[in-house]
């Protein structure tokens, strides 16, 4: 974007707040400028002022105080979130904006020692000299386990786009404790668990784990096929929530997205921009069409058991074929492809289980398709999977993702007019009906600027409370102090529970969040200190530490108790394996210690009644002075052990 974009003059005569408009011209010539042409027509004013929000005076003014946790109180919601090519996820509190915790997943990250410890290595996965095997991530959505069609507190899971991972996060420590990397997937997207299993009527949780596959790669992607694009092909992968083993895949047509689930367990889906398998971005917009791909749960399964399968590769999980021209009978199908305006992003489930919203991206609607419409196409009794779509309300400029209230109201971000849009689901099926009375758009509110994912509390469960809507927004500008060319984002919370949308606080957000969900926090019930007898390496008395040597492999057993570890020194030769075992033999809540030892790269922390390890060729001969670095005691500097590395 150059200073002379804001200037292109190619858009109407402004009429909202100067800031706004700076970033929307800013971003449509942008996209003009790349050839596209969009309907304008559809930009309408904002009217935003809100005048029956709760915490609104008559006088127009909002109550601001409503929204803020007070000094020793605590927020009502917990909000986990992607940390996008930071590739972690992190915890805030809601209302207050709070950063609570980032957790590592994908990334490392010297605090925990996550990729320094032995046992964060086995989770990420090593190369033959032990490192980590890779050291990025890029996460971008976060979703919990289900029971009953609500969260049930006991995992997270999120995705790595940049190398086709799934990670899982365990409520109860918010630790990641398993990441599994997806066989012939590159641009591993949209992530999204079942809700209930699709035949057992007895299984309400979560089993399953779908993921889609948004760069289409040759199979296997081994240097064949490089220069023919048509033998390219994606894949949507079913992981076993459990054991986080891959069970199944499907190969598609066209690309995958974002990914929705159905409340029944019947049906998953992924919004495709990509249907022309177009490898420019001129290509992959030269479609007036892109679909939202169904997937048959039951059927693919049952195919899988009747062995209607292939392999690529090396890999051994199961493929079917998913392809339309594979699934032309809609009896048999296992996918159904719906056509939806071209270049859609991001797909919602509803939280009442009965529609699916597709936002149009590059078109300024929102397609709403049926789930029991699409049932009846797989039951043979619709013509054609268009059927299935029962409202296709235009809403505005670069419509990005949708959340919902539990009212009957949804609310997409508007990625080029940076706005969010309430829009209301029977008035556009009425509207789709050619009811002319009918009114989708119910309101509009700015924010700033550019929103990518918005998200309502509770508002992917059955559970959706229709209280708040965070938008996460991939532009700041003038909202925050500057701090340098990088600037923060801005997460700002809206109030939805009145007619109006009221915007109430703008927190400031470290590049890049994407997703997020809103949990109420009844629903998490964490541990508050680590258990000893889960660590069977674990030293649980002082007097039990001690060096042990087999050959040049030498195990230090150690422990770390306020103010002082278990060995205040040890020896050791150079080119010995020095492994540390540290448990934290302290009880007492919040009280961790570090360990880091200078020159060795080896930093991170033991929680309350923890063990961790790690491993180290002591290559540097003298003394490195073992240090703890986590506050813990009046005498937390002098906590330290003297390691002596001898020539
Ligand atoms: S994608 Cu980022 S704003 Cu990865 Cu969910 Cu739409
Ligand atoms: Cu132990 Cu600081
Ligand atoms: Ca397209």
């Not at 000299?129 to 995992?155: A, I, M, R």
Request: net charge negative.
């Amino acid at each position: 974007m150059s200073p002379s974009d804001h200037e292109s003059g190619s858009l109407p005569p402004p009429q909202d707040p100067a800031r706004r408009r700076f970033l929307s011209a800013t971003a449509v010539a942008g996209l003009a400028g790349a050839g596209l042409s969009l309907g304008l027509a559809a930009c309408k004013k904002s009217d935003t002022a809100g005048a029956a929000g709760p915490a609104v005076a008559a006088s127009g003014k909002v109550d601001y105080s409503k929204y803020e946790v007070p000094p020793g109180q605590l927020d009502t919601y917990y909000s986990f979130s992607s940390g996008g090519h930071s590739g972690e996820v992190r915890i805030y509190g809601m209302p207050s904006g709070r950063l609570f915790k980032r957790i590592p997943v994908f990334n490392m990250d010297c605090l925990v020692g996550w990729g320094v410890t032995n046992e964060s290595k086995a989770i990420l996965g090593t190369r033959p000299d032990g490192s980590p095997k890779y050291t990025t991530g890029d996460t971008h959505h976060v979703h919990p386990s289900y029971t009953n069609g609500t969260y049930d507190g006991q995992h997270i899971f999120v995705n790595d786009k940049i190398h086709g991972r799934l990670a899982r996060i365990r409520l109860d420590t918010m630790e990641c404790d398993k990441i599994t990397e997806l066989p012939n997937v590159q641009g591993f997207h949209g992530v999204f668990p079942d809700k209930r299993d699709p035949v057992d009527a007895k299984i309400n949780h979560t089993t399953r784990v779908f993921c889609g596959m948004e760069f289409h790669t040759p199979q296997p992607n081994d240097g064949r096929d490089m220069d023919d694009p048509k033998k390219y092909f994606c894949l949507f992968t079913c992981v076993d929530a459990q054991t986080m083993e891959p069970r199944w895949q499907v190969k598609v047509d066209g690309n995958m997205d974002l990914v929705a689930t159905s409340y029944d367990g019947k049906l998953a889906c992924s919004n495709q921009y990509n249907t022309e398998g177009g490898v420019h971005y001129e290509d992959m917009m030269s479609a007036e069409r892109d679909s939202c791909v169904f997937f048959h749960i039951a059927r693919i399964e049952e195919a899988v058991r009747q062995g209607k399968t292939f392999t690529i590769g090396t890999s051994k999980v199961p493929v079917v074929d998913g392809t339309q021209a594979a699934n032309s009978d809609p009896k048999t199908a296992l996918t159904c492809y719906v056509p939806v305006p071209k270049n859609p992003h991001g797909v919602n489930a509803s939280p009442d289980g009965k529609y699916y919203a597709c936002s149009g991206k590059l078109s300024p609607t929102a397609t709403l398709i049926d789930h029991a419409l699409v049932l009846q196409w797989f039951d043979g009794q619709l013509k054609t999977p268009r059927d299935t779509v029962v409202a296709e309300p235009e809403i505005g400029l670069g419509p990005l993702h949708t959340a919902f209230d539990g009212r009957g109201n949804a609310y997409t971000t508007l990625f080029l007019d940076s706005q969010i849009v309430k829009w209301n689901l029977e008035a556009a099926k009425k509207a789709f009906q050619g009811d002319k009375t009918a009114q989708a758009v119910v309101d509009r509110i700015d924010v700033q600027y550019q929103p990518g994912h918005g998200f309502t509390s509770m508002g992917e469960t059955r559970e959706a409370d229709g209280k708040f809507f965070l938008s996460d927004n991939k532009f700041s500008k003038d909202r925050f102090l500057p701090v340098g060319p990088l600037h923060p984002e801005s997460s700002q919370l809206i109030d939805i529970s009145g007619d109006k949308m009221v915007l109430v606080a703008d927190h400031s957000v470290y590049s890049e969040p994407h997703d997020s969900i809103i949990v109420r926090r009844d629903i998490i019930k964490t541990r508050q200190i680590y258990d000893l007898s889960d660590f069977p390496n674990a030293t649980t008395k002082v007097q039990d530490c001690r060096l042990e040597r087999q050959g040049k492999k030498v195990t230090i057993h150690l422990t770390s108790q306020a103010p002082a570890y278990g060995l205040r020194e040890w020896k050791v030769k150079k080119g010995d394996e020095v492994t540390i075992i540290l448990t934290n033999i302290d009880k007492v809540e919040d009280l961790t210690h570090g360990f880091a030892i200078p020159k060795y790269n080896i930093n991170f922390i033991v929680n309350p009644q923890e063990t961790k390890s790690v491993t180290f060729i002591a290559d540097k001969p003298g003394v490195y002075w073992c240090y703890c670095t986590n506050f813990c005691h009046a005498l937390h500097l002098e906590m330290r052990s003297r390691m002596m590395v001898e020539a």
